[in-house]
């Protein structure tokens, strides 16, 4: 007997990276709310977002995931229907700033410190803590700098890792 598969779940294999952004009222329980929209709807959120904006009444919710053009709009259409959401929209990576924080701890000794502070400042890489037996990176950037760092650092012991998700603002007015 064959398994019926979600169609969201095999395309986000395939599908690009999207990043939706969401106005919504600030109140208990609306994170939620959007977050098992999402879930039903058979995405996998990659990152996930909230931060207040200056309005008080008002959080922005970043979201990233997988998904094709049309599971896309579908989404976004069910998601402009609660009535907590203001403003929903896709941001086009080529008219928006998206940007993430990545929190890095390496196992490092005297033989390769040197070699972890170069690739730190290739990178621009600020090491925030070193300790005899560790190092712990910070840094900021576009999600593909962020990936192209942990590529790079992935040669070495990887002992934590925190990364925050995509934030991001559309350019211009």
């Given at each position: 007997?064959?398994?019926?598969?979600?169609?969201?779940?095999?395309?986000?294999?395939?599908?690009?990276?999207?990043?939706?952004?969401?106005?919504?009222?600030?109140?208990n329980g609306v994170l939620a709310r959007v977050s098992s929209l999402f879930c039903r709807r058979?995405?996998?959120?990659?990152?996930?977002?909230?931060?207040?904006?200056?309005?008080?009444?008002?959080?922005?919710?970043?979201?990233?995931?997988?998904?094709?053009?049309?599971?896309?709009?579908?989404?976004?259409?069910?998601?402009?229907?609660?009535?907590?959401?203001?403003?929903?929209?896709?941001?086009?990576?080529?008219?928006?700033?998206?940007?993430e924080l990545l929190l890095l701890k390496v196992e490092c000794d005297n033989q390769n410190r040197?070699?972890?502070?170069?690739?730190?400042?290739?990178?621009?890489?600020?090491?925030?803590?070193?300790?005899?037996?560790?190092?712990?990176?910070?840094?900021?950037?576009?999600?593909?700098?962020?990936?192209?760092?942990?590529?790079?650092?992935?040669?070495?012991?990887?002992?934590?890792?925190?990364?925050?998700?995509?934030?991001?603002?559309?350019?211009?007015?």
């Amino acid at each position: 007997m064959q398994q019926n598969q979600n169609p969201n779940k095999v395309a986000a294999t395939e599908a690009p990276r999207r990043v939706i952004s969401l106005l919504v009222d600030n109140h208990n329980g609306v994170l939620a709310r959007v977050s098992s929209l999402f879930c039903r709807r058979g995405f996998n959120i990659d990152s996930l977002t909230v931060s207040a904006t200056n309005d008080p009444a008002v959080s922005r919710i970043t979201v990233t995931l997988h998904g094709d053009d049309a599971a896309i709009s579908q989404l976004i259409l069910q998601t402009e229907r609660l009535e907590v959401t203001r403003q929903i929209f896709e941001l086009d990576p080529d008219k928006s700033l998206q940007r993430e924080l990545l929190l890095l701890k390496v196992e490092c000794d005297n033989q390769n410190r040197a070699e972890l502070r170069e690739i730190s400042s290739i990178y621009k890489a600020k090491i925030i803590d070193l300790s005899p037996d560790s190092m712990v990176f910070e840094l900021t950037g576009r999600p593909e700098k962020i990936d192209a760092f942990l590529k790079l650092m992935s040669d070495y012991q990887i002992l934590e890792q925190c990364r925050t998700g995509v934030t991001a603002l559309e350019r211009g007015g």
